[in-house]
């Protein structure tokens, strides 16, 4: 088990109705052997990991994703492709705003966004100077978009969402993302159920995206030297 994004104990909660459910604030859903009954018949189950989860761990600097540096592959993209025509980006789950900056020092025009307010706060205040970004609060997996972006970047968020929320990414990916827009992910290949961070498959990522985008090309990317040979990168375009 990876060291990165370990997870404080879940707190888990049953309904009345007998479902398992999302404790407001807090959060969880596992499984013990009372809901492994015939009668509740559970098939799956998500464990969301909440805003103040998140919160808390920029609050008490838990938090080993944060490398002090854009994507080594998001800066080697942008450093291959000059060419490409300068429009909006969206960085969901931005965390202290890397690769926001990378994105903006590439000359985009750049929206991060994320759950944890302290995110948001030290991506301002790392950002300060840096023309074209601007970040805001918002539930990536929720939340209306303020407007539709001709680029959208991800880099852990995916495997830090529980895999039973994958759905309501790819749907949240349609919502921000203009038609004809381009997608550009950076995904973790670990063999990690147990997360954050979950890892992925190459198989997993095309069954999910290829319905409603169509891909351009995908890679091994340089990365992080404790994420070497475990990512993968996909250039989709919104078909
Ligand atoms: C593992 S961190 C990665 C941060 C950043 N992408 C990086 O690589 O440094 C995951 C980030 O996603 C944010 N996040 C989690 N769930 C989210 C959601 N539903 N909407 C927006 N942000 C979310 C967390 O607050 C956290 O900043």
Redesign the pocket.
Known sequence: MPP??REEPFVSQLRSNGRLTQNPGLTVLQPTAAFKTEEIKITSTIKI?S?MD??E??QTGD?P???GAA?PGLVDFLAAHPELPRGTVC??????G??ARAWAEAGFEVHG????PS?IRLSREKSQGVKNVQYQL??????PPPMQFDWLFE???Y???DPGQRADYAGAVLRWLKPGGQFLAVHYFIPDKDG??FGTTRDEVVQRFSPNFRLIEDWVPRSYPNRTGLERMFWWVRT
């Open positions: 990165e994004f990991i805003k998140w919160e761990r920029y938090m994703w944060e490398k994507s960085v969901p789950g931005c965390g202290t890397h690769d966004f994320d759950i944890a995110a918002a539930d990536f997996l929720v939340d880099h852990t968020l495997c830090a969402i954050p961070p």
